[in-house]
């Protein structure tokens, strides 16, 4: 009992720390002069090894197996990339009145980008749901985004976010995210079973790649003077925003997959994989999209959304835990 006690305490993870303690460290100490294009080309090394580690740690075959489950693996995927990215437009209207266009921007992009594969599993293991369903999901969230999202970005960000992306930056995404993951989806025959031997050091060469980005892009920022764009108010806002925005998400994934008769175990897995956004491949994404735009003020709403996911669906995966042993025979 005490083990299971402890797996369902979910303290902030120390990783989200480290993230919020970077950004402030590139907001106080950005990197300047030489140090700024060492940050650079630090960045498009680490993003490259990121996104190879990424192809070679998911199993293709089992994505496409797993993808038989139409209708669970349909709803996750219907809330990630279509309801998601409609409530992003809709929310245009919080423009100005509500919150200046940068932020929108980094608001539309927390609905482009993919679902979570590890906190959307831990979560549904810990809530006694359907964990393999969780895993397919996840990952073929992972996989479709790497596709999905620049495309998305693409159609909506260019057009209702105010948005120049340069047409040298999906050259910049082939190169730096879809070839990568290509080789590294190509190279599992050699490097599937030691990235598998490997998992727990290798996690940090994809935690260290994520910090050297969040302070990358705040270093940029403060080069840019982004916080004269964002009031405290206005972050206040921001932040009410991407509440609201979560729990309606966790209602409607939730009460949504039940009008559509699906059983416990799969809305527990809709719930969990169909309203997460993951920094691990937003933040990547941004840096390589964006360039030349406020990266920092652009990833700063998905921060916001990513630490207040982990904390609101460690609660309810807790809860449903609990639930799910008082009603087991004693």
Request: glycine letters at 8%.
């Amino acid at each position: 009992m005490s083990s299971a006690k402890s797996r369902r305490k979910l303290p902030i993870d120390g990783f989200v720390m480290a993230i919020v303690v970077t950004a402030i460290i590139g907001s106080v100490f950005p990197a300047t002069g030489a140090a700024a294009p060492i940050a650079a080309h630090g960045v498009t090394v680490l993003i490259f090894i990121l996104f190879f580690l990424y192809g070679a740690r998911l199993e293709p075959r089992e994505t496409l197996d797993g993808l038989k489950n139409w209708r669970l693996q349909g709803a996750i995927l219907a809330s990630t990339f279509i309801i998601f990215p409609t409530i992003g437009l809709a929310m245009k209207a919080l423009v100005p009145w509500a919150i200046p266009e940068t932020l929108y921007v980094g608001m539309l992009w927390i609905c482009l980008v993919p679902s979570t594969v590890q906190s959307s599993i831990n979560f549904t293991s810990i809530a006694h749901g359907n964990v393999a369903g969780a895993i397919v999901a996840a990952t073929t969230s992972n996989l479709l985004g790497t596709f999905l999202t620049p495309i998305l970005a693409l159609l909506l960000m260019s057009t209702s976010g105010g948005l120049t992306i340069e047409p040298s930056s999906f050259l910049d995404v082939i190169v730096q995210l879809l070839l990568p993951f290509a080789l590294g989806q190509l190279s599992r025959r050699w490097t599937a079973d030691f990235v598998q031997k490997h998992r727990k050091p290798l996690k940090f060469v994809d935690q260290g790649s994520i910090i050297l980005v969040v302070y990358s892009a705040f270093s940029e920022g403060m080069r840019e003077h982004m916080w004269s764009l964002a009031s405290p108010t206005s972050m206040i806002v921001l932040t009410i925003i991407c509440l609201t925005l979560l729990f309606f998400m966790l209602w409607l994934t939730w009460t949504g997959s039940g009008w559509l008769g699906f059983n416990r175990d799969d809305r527990i897995a809709i719930q969990f994989c169909g309203t997460k956004k993951s920094l691990a491949t937003g933040l990547p994404m941004a840096t390589v999209l964006f360039a030349g735009q406020p990266v920092g003020l652009i990833v700063l709403p998905l921060m916001i959304f990513h630490l207040t996911q982990l904390i609101a669906c460690g609660a309810l995966a807790g809860r449903y835990g609990r639930q799910w042993e008082a009603s087991q025979p004693s």
